[in-house]
């Protein structure tokens, strides 16, 4: 494991924080958290029926007798929840709906890291990015001042650490979107120690073309500009002049970026789901994420394809950004 995730996980087990997974039987899920509790990490909660989850341990040759099993049929503080929610989602469900939508283990996860009995919440590899961040959109909410939130990875080789956003949740930004992806995505660098060099990307760099697509990147690039005006940013480049230093040469000479970019910002979420999957199938790179940024609570999503070394970095990712909170 990377001395960045080390060092992760040395400063999480200092706080020892308990993490809810909803997805108590997946083997991935299990293999992960067995693990965590082994280390002394942090304290796996995960969420399902206490003998599908042993059962399927079982299988797996995995012992789970002492970590936390939430049951939502047989949770004794369930009526606590149910009331919360109501309270939250103000008029938007009644007592019955609310008793209904909590079983669901997303929902009920949710609410566990929404009333502090959870730190932080990782799931999704079970269940698509949809299902899985609604309860944390509806329930914990973004953080004053942020208008949405997105979804990047950490993308590691060595030591080679960069962030890609939004891979994970605005189908289609706008440049207010763009702007504010960046500039969160910015402050998720500094996280991982990464001094960051923003680059807003599109298939043009410096106006080589102009189209309703690239405009939107060069006004998002404007208004990321006015809302941080100390960050090293610049748009609209292509990848290769973001990030390689011979080709900015040529391509954008006069940018503060150099070629040195190491958080990309992707023009849509088609680009920025296809590119990190790229970079992690074809190049090699770790993708651990999608992080949601800019929550009140920390809530993190899995892609389906992820394995238990994924699930085990984005629960030390989630129970640090429980900590710094
Ligand atoms: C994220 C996503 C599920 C939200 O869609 P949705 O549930 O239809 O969203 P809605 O517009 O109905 O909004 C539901 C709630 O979430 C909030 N919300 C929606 N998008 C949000 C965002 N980006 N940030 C913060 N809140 C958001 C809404 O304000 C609303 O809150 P409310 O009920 O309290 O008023 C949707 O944008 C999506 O499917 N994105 C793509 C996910 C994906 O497949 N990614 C690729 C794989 S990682
Ligand atoms: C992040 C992501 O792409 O998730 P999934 O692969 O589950 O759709």
Same mark, same amino acid.
């Given at each position: 494991m990377s001395d960045m995730f080390v060092a992760i996980a040395e400063k999480v087990k200092s706080g020892y924080p308990s993490i809810v997974f909803p997805e108590g039987t997946d083997e991935r899920i299990l293999e992960a958290t067995v693990r965590l509790k082994k280390e002394g990490i942090l304290n796996p909660i995960l969420v399902g029926n206490l003998d599908e989850v042993n059962n399927k341990a079982k299988e797996l040759n995995?012992?789970?007798?002492?970590?936390?099993?939430?049951? %939502?049929?047989?949770y004794e503080q369930f009526e606590e929840l149910v009331d919360a929610f109501v309270e939250r989602r103000k008029g938007k469900a009644s007592p019955e709906d609310a008793r209904k939508i909590l079983k669901t283990p997303n929902y009920f996860g949710t609410m566990l890291v929404y009333l502090n009995k959870a730190a932080?919440?990782?799931?999704?590899?079970?269940?698509?990015?949809?299902?899985t961040v609604r309860p944390a959109l509806q329930i914990?909410?973004?953080?004053?001042?942020?208008?949405?939130?997105?979804?990047? $990875?950490?993308? #590691?080789?060595?030591?080679?650490?960069?962030? $890609?956003?939004? =891979?994970?949740?605005?189908?289609? +930004?706008?440049?207010?979107?763009? @702007?504010?992806?960046?500039?969160e995505a910015a402050k998720t660098a500094r996280v991982f120690d990464i001094d960051p060099k923003v680059a807003m990307l599109s298939f043009s760099t410096k106006g080589s073309a102009v189209s309703p697509e690239t405009e939107k990147v060069v006004e998002?690039?404007?208004?990321?500009k006015e809302l941080a005006p100390e960050l090293v940013l610049d748009g609209e480049f292509q990848f290769d002049a973001a990030f390689v230093p011979a080709v900015a040469k040529k391509?954008? +000479?006069?940018? %503060?970026?150099?070629?040195? @970019?190491? #958080? $990309?910002? $992707?023009?849509?979420?088609? @680009?920025?789901?296809i590119g990190y999957k790229? @970079?992690?199938?074809?190049?090699?790179?770790?993708?651990?994420? %999608?992080?949601?940024?800019?929550?009140?609570? %920390?809530?993190?999503?899995?892609?389906?394809? =992820?394995?238990?070394?994924?699930?085990?970095k984005l629960a030390l990712i989630t129970a640090m950004q429980g900590l710094a909170d």
């Open positions: 995995l012992d789970t007798s002492d970590l936390d099993i939430y049951d %939502p049929e047989t932080g919440l990782v799931s999704g590899a079970a269940h698509s990015t949809g299902d914990i909410k973004t953080k004053e001042g942020v208008r949405k939130t997105s979804g990047v $990875f950490v993308m #590691v080789k060595g030591d080679e650490r960069y962030i $890609f956003g939004d =891979c994970a949740i605005n189908i289609a +930004p706008d440049s207010n979107d763009l @702007a504010e992806t960046a500039v998002a690039t404007r208004i990321a391509k954008a +000479p006069d940018s %503060p970026l150099n070629g040195e @970019a190491n #958080v $990309f910002v $992707f023009p849509s979420l088609e @680009a920025g789901n790229i @970079a992690q199938r074809l190049g090699n790179y770790e993708a651990i994420g %999608p992080i949601l940024q800019g929550l009140n609570q %920390p809530v993190n999503d899995l892609s389906r394809g =992820c394995n238990a070394e994924d699930v085990y």
